[in-house]
């Protein structure tokens, strides 16, 4: 057994060094936008100064088994509630959310287009169409 080559692969300095840059930017970045957020890792929510507003794991169960309402979140995503909402997968590859909340964060939120690769997908409030009738 080659210990030093098995190593190697798991104690590349070099990616763990970009993979911590990474997320450091990930936490400013959520830290500069303003207003509540939803997000699927506690941690970068908590380094970001941000309240942690729903568990995703636990509350989503709760959804899952309708013990708490759906809406619970669906209303707060429709109404634009956070500045945003941090998943690990992006919206086609998640599965931990129920389709009316993924619906719902499609229908009023972006991604964010990031400058970094982030481990991370943001997405931040779209915005509304806002038209005005003026007097014929």
Request: no cysteine; charged share 30%; net charge negative.
């Amino acid at each position: 057994m080659n210990l030093r080559g098995d190593l190697s692969r798991v104690l590349n300095y070099n990616e763990l060094k970009q993979q911590e840059k990474d997320y450091r930017t990930s936490v400013e970045l959520l830290r500069s936008i303003d207003g509540a957020a939803l997000f699927e890792d506690p941690l970068l929510g908590f380094d970001a100064g941000k309240e942690f507003l729903f568990d995703p794991f636990i509350g989503t169960d709760l959804i899952w088994s309708r013990r708490i309402p759906e809406r619970v979140l669906t209303d707060a995503i429709r109404e634009q509630k956070f500045g945003a909402i941090v998943f690990e997968v992006s919206l086609d590859k998640e599965e931990l959310w129920t389709h009316n909340i993924i619906e719902a964060i499609k229908d009023n939120y972006e991604l964010l287009n990031l400058r970094y690769h982030s481990p991370y997908f943001f997405y931040i409030p779209r915005k509304r169409n806002t038209h005005f009738m003026v007097g014929q």
